[in-house]
């Protein structure tokens, strides 16, 4: 009852938010008109991204004679947007989301599936897409969009920092025990490893994805991680905590620390490089990228995720379908991926792309290889970033034995899976 209560509450705000509130290029959305109202991240409607969207409705309105309004919001008020609208009809007619959000909004009543459409695309349309991920937006029969934008997290680490406490940095740490001794030797030379990273659960699928044989999903109602791999992962993490920092790993002061070389890795997607590729061309910063390493040689660690494209339910389904077919063609993805540096999940767009001396998005296109997923595509997956979050806090700050938060964050995981399936 709480949890209706609580949903009810959400969506009267929602509702007041959506009709209280003006949007670029005014609001034609499930209308079955010849406009279509399409809802994307706010940064993607601003600067390189802004530009580029923008040259896409252009082309797009020239080949089909449809408008495409774009609408830039928060990811969270995108969603809630979306629930609403499925009943209220004020919703977008398109959208972007994180991947990992797919199966609550599936859920929800509030997506189309895109089934009859992607069955009446050519075969040569449908095989430039990644098949990983193509494949996990297909369930029971029905497809619920179509893949975009992807990301991993590296290892950025300053060359400085490094070469100051005689780390070789001609190549990455091989695993876990190589990259410990090399926060040992750096705290020795009077830096740190890093910053902290309990306290975000983000942070701490870094560590887990590089755990031997682990996966981020659920399997017969109950977690796939084993109370061996937590184990691992937290007691590891308590030895690197040890030559690291009480600063939250994005902490304000975080991007700066890194810059200066008061802490020598950051494991992080391709977010801060902004602040680190400037601070490189002002001669602040020597940095590279490399893969996180993992507890065996020959795999990396880390995380990796993503967005999609969808459509809502509505009378505009054949139009806004007919603008995320356009915008996720590999002939758009790969003037995205070259313009943003932003690995695509769509291979033909990133074999066509200029990314040649991205060394960014080249670590990123490797961690794939390795590595987790940030959570299971498109089937029931309450996220499990508090409970680990938790767990890892709790052992780095000496509230509990890995064994002991081993136990914890599983036993925090099962609840909410019970609670959210």
Not at 65 to 82: A, H, M, Q, R, Y
Not at 231 to 254: E, S
Not at 326 to 348: E, T, Y
Request: glycine share 10%.
């Amino acid at each position: 009852m709480k949890k209706i209560l609580a949903l009810g509450c959400v969506l009267v705000l929602t509702l007041s938010l959506l009709t209280g509130c003006s949007k670029k290029g005014g609001s034609t959305a499930q209308t079955g008109g010849k406009t279509v109202e399409f809802w994307l991240f706010n940064d993607w409607v601003e600067g390189d991204a802004g530009a580029e969207f923008n040259a896409y409705t252009r082309e797009f309105r020239e080949q089909t004679g449809i408008t495409v309004n774009l609408v830039g919001k928060p990811d969270s008020e995108i969603k809630s947007g979306l629930i609403v609208g499925a009943s209220s009809g004020m919703g977008p007619d398109g959208f972007t989301l994180a991947l990992n959000t797919a199966y609550s909004m599936i859920n929800s009543g509030a997506v189309q599936d895109i089934t009859q459409y992607w069955n009446a695309e050519t075969a040569d349309y449908k095989s430039q897409f990644t098949p990983a991920i193509m494949n996990s937006m297909q369930v029971d029969g029905k497809v619920w969009g179509l893949p975009m934008t992807g990301w991993s997290t590296v290892l950025y680490r300053n060359l400085d920092a490094l070469q100051k406490a005689g780390v070789d940095t001609s190549r990455g740490p091989a695993d876990w025990d190589e990259w410990l001794d090399q926060m040992r030797r750096v705290r020795a030379a009077g830096s740190n490893g890093m910053n902290d990273f309990t306290v975000d659960g983000w942070a701490v699928y870094n560590f887990l994805g590089g755990v031997r044989g682990i996966k981020n999903t659920v399997v017969n109602g109950k977690s796939s991680y084993t109370h061996d791999q937590l184990a691992t992962c937290f007691d590891f993490m308590n030895k690197v905590a040890q030559y690291g920092t009480k600063i939250p790993r994005d902490d304000a002061a975080a991007d700066d620390m890194f810059i200066t070389g008061q802490v020598a890795f950051v494991t992080h997607g391709p977010w801060p490089n902004t602040n680190y590729a400037a601070a490189a061309a002002e001669g602040k910063l020597r940095y590279d990228v490399v893969q996180i390493p993992s507890q065996e040689k020959g795999r990396n660690g880390g995380l990796h995720g993503g967005e999609w494209l969808g459509i809502s339910t509505g009378k505009n389904a054949e139009n806004a379908y007919k603008w995320i077919s356009f915008v996720g063609d590999a002939k758009q993805m790969s003037r995205f991926a070259s313009k943003m540096g932003r690995l695509i999940f769509n291979d033909r767009a990133m074999a066509q792309a200029n990314i040649s001396g991205n060394a960014l998005l080249s670590a990123q296109v490797e961690a794939l290889k390795g590595g987790i997923d940030d959570a299971a595509y498109f089937t029931p997956f309450p996220s499990d970033v508090k409970p680990v979050s938790d767990a890892a806090n709790a052992v780095v700050y000496g509230r509990a034995t890995p064994a002991q938060a081993a136990d914890t964050c599983l036993a925090d995981i099962a609840k909410l899976i019970d609670d959210n399936t």
